[in-house]
């Protein structure tokens, strides 16, 4: 007689450990290189924030990163996931419109010289000041033009400016890679990872696509690794604890985890995960393309930075706002916002008994105690969070996305 589904997930957690690590003795007998022992045969695969990144530098440094790549690429060493090709094509245009909108905001507070005062008119400093702002707005109009120039310009591009331009010439159809993976086996994948917390990924199920995309990426690091089986440097810019153990709020070495499942797949090869600036450092490419790396890197993470300060703010004015109601105020409006974000997987998601269960088409299975305490956590009171948690397992003990936030136009 086969277990029950929950009895089954019971029983991969508590072995969680043996999921993650199952060659207990390659923990104490494997040896890895070093970066500067392995980088001058190592495979290299860029992550799409890598690819996102010269958007922040100069045409110069574009020239000797075209150069650096093609290298790479004549020598058979640099690839690309198709996952990164993917979010490459959805992210470019936002970088573009940054760029773009930056430069129309330079239009913004125009000069004024709104000093009506009549007992000043007759003043010879008064007219002195009123020619000279004359002089300003011509200035300031023809500076305005040379604005939508250059924003013109930029709307121009369309999908040939400079970055994938150079792409373009660059990343022909032979370095991009991909894992084996089904659509359906990779959800099964991901949620297992999710289950046992093995990276990457599981940090990332509120993102749009619910984590699948680092783990896309991951997999095709291993099938590289194990059709290769030679080291590999992973270049990204992600810096989330699932691809990273942190210190002080910053990365401080690569999760054992993958370096482990990358040794094991690759038949003791060694992964490193590095960001661009690093990569250019190895390679000894001009100091000047080093540092412009460095500060797009520290705009990218100071950006980073400010939009987790805002969250948190948002969290601290919306604690305040919570403490302000009554108990049952506080439950309904959690039990409103879940029901906002998660359906019982009964209503919305086909059941397939061949595979296994419900098909979380919507994202999932998600838990309710981990939803709700993701997001009020230290905001409302533990027993509020225990009461609603607790009423929600009657309905069901694994919630699907909520399929009413995406319209059928966008399938």
Same mark, same amino acid.
């Given at each position: 007689?086969?277990?029950?589904?929950?009895?089954?997930?019971?029983?991969?957690?508590?072995?969680?450990?043996?999921?993650?690590?199952?060659?207990?003795?390659?923990?104490?007998?494997?040896?890895?290189?070093?970066?500067?022992?392995?980088?001058?045969?190592?495979?290299?695969?860029?992550?799409?924030?890598?690819?996102?990144?010269?958007?922040?530098?100069?045409?110069?440094?574009?020239?000797?990163?075209?150069?650096?790549?093609?290298?790479?690429?004549?020598?058979?060493?640099?690839?690309?996931?198709?996952?990164?090709?993917?979010?490459?094509?959805?992210?470019?245009?936002?970088?573009?419109?940054? $760029?773009?909108?930056?430069?129309?905001?330079?239009?913004?507070?125009?000069?004024?010289?709104?000093?009506?005062?009549?007992?000043?008119?007759?003043?010879?400093?008064?007219?002195?000041?009123?020619?000279?702002?004359?002089?300003?707005?011509?200035?300031?109009?023809?500076?305005?033009?040379?604005?939508?120039?250059?924003?013109?310009?930029?709307?121009?591009?369309?999908?040939?400016?400079?970055?994938?331009?150079?792409?373009?010439?660059?990343?022909?159809?032979?370095?991009?890679?991909?894992?084996?993976?089904?659509?359906?086996?990779?959800?099964?994948?991901?949620?297992?990872?999710?289950?046992?917390?093995?990276?990457?990924?599981?940090?990332?199920?509120?993102?749009?696509?619910?984590?699948?995309?680092?783990?896309? $990426?991951?997999?095709?690091?291993?099938?590289?690794?194990?059709?290769?089986?030679?080291?590999?440097?992973?270049?990204?810019?992600?810096?989330?604890?699932?691809?990273?153990?942190?210190?002080?709020?910053?990365?401080?070495?690569?999760?054992?985890?993958?370096?482990?499942?990358?040794?094991?797949?690759?038949?003791?090869?060694?992964?490193?995960?590095?960001?661009?600036?690093?990569?250019?450092?190895?390679?000894?490419?001009?100091?000047?393309?080093?540092?412009?790396?460095?500060?797009?890197?520290?705009?990218?993470?100071?950006?980073?930075?400010?939009?987790?300060?805002?969250?948190?703010?948002?969290?601290?004015?919306?604690?305040?706002?919570?403490?302000?109601?009554?108990?049952?105020?506080?439950?309904?409006?959690?039990?409103?916002?879940?029901?906002?974000?998660?359906?019982?997987?009964?209503?919305?998601?086909?059941?397939?008994?061949?595979?296994?269960?419900?098909?979380?088409?919507?994202?999932?299975?998600?838990?309710?105690?981990?939803?709700?305490?993701?997001?009020?956590?230290?905001?409302?009171?533990?027993?509020?969070?225990?009461?609603?948690?607790?009423?929600?397992?009657?309905?069901?003990?694994?919630?699907?996305?909520?399929?009413?936030?995406?319209?059928?136009?966008?399938?």
């Amino acid at each position: 007689m086969f277990m029950s589904e929950k009895k089954q997930s019971q029983e991969q957690v508590v072995f969680a450990l043996e999921e993650a690590f199952p060659d207990a003795d390659g923990i104490f007998t494997s040896v890895f290189k070093k970066l500067n022992d392995s980088y001058e045969e190592a495979l290299i695969v860029f992550d799409t924030n890598v690819l996102l990144l010269p958007y922040s530098m100069g045409n110069e440094s574009l020239e000797q990163l075209r150069l650096l790549y093609k290298r790479l690429i004549d020598g058979g060493r640099l690839f690309i996931p198709k996952r990164v090709a993917r979010e490459f094509a959805r992210n470019r245009n936002k970088k573009l419109g940054e $760029i773009y909108n930056s430069v129309l905001q330079r239009k913004s507070g125009k000069s004024k010289n709104n000093l009506n005062y009549p007992i000043l008119e007759d003043l010879e400093e008064k007219k002195e000041l009123d020619a000279v702002f004359s002089e300003l707005e011509k200035v300031e109009q023809k500076y305005h033009k040379a604005i939508d120039k250059l924003a013109s310009t930029i709307r121009s591009w369309e999908w040939g400016d400079p970055v994938s331009a150079m792409y373009s010439e660059l990343f022909v159809s032979n370095i991009l890679i991909e894992h084996d993976f089904s659509n359906s086996d990779l959800v099964g994948e991901l949620e297992r990872r999710f289950l046992l917390q093995i990276p990457p990924g599981y940090k990332d199920s509120k993102k749009d696509d619910g984590g699948v995309g680092d783990l896309a $990426i991951w997999l095709s690091l291993l099938k590289i690794g194990k059709d290769k089986k030679k080291d590999l440097i992973f270049v990204t810019e992600d810096v989330k604890p699932d691809w990273w153990n942190q210190s002080n709020g910053s990365e401080f070495l690569p999760r054992y985890e993958l370096i482990d499942e990358f040794r094991r797949v690759a038949k003791g090869c060694t992964l490193h995960v590095v960001r661009l600036s690093k990569l250019l450092e190895i390679f000894k490419v001009e100091q000047k393309l080093i540092e412009e790396a460095l500060d797009a890197e520290r705009k990218r993470k100071e950006k980073f930075t400010k939009l987790v300060l805002g969250m948190r703010e948002r969290r601290k004015r919306e604690s305040q706002r919570l403490s302000s109601l009554s108990r049952g105020e506080t439950v309904s409006e959690i039990k409103a916002w879940f029901f906002s974000n998660y359906e019982d997987p009964a209503e919305s998601c086909p059941y397939e008994t061949r595979e296994g269960g419900y098909q979380y088409i919507w994202g999932g299975p998600y838990d309710a105690r981990e939803e709700i305490e993701g997001n009020f956590g230290g905001m409302v009171d533990d027993s509020i969070i225990d009461e609603v948690v607790d009423e929600l397992n009657l309905i069901s003990w694994e919630w699907s996305g909520a399929s009413n936030k995406y319209p059928e136009d966008d399938f």
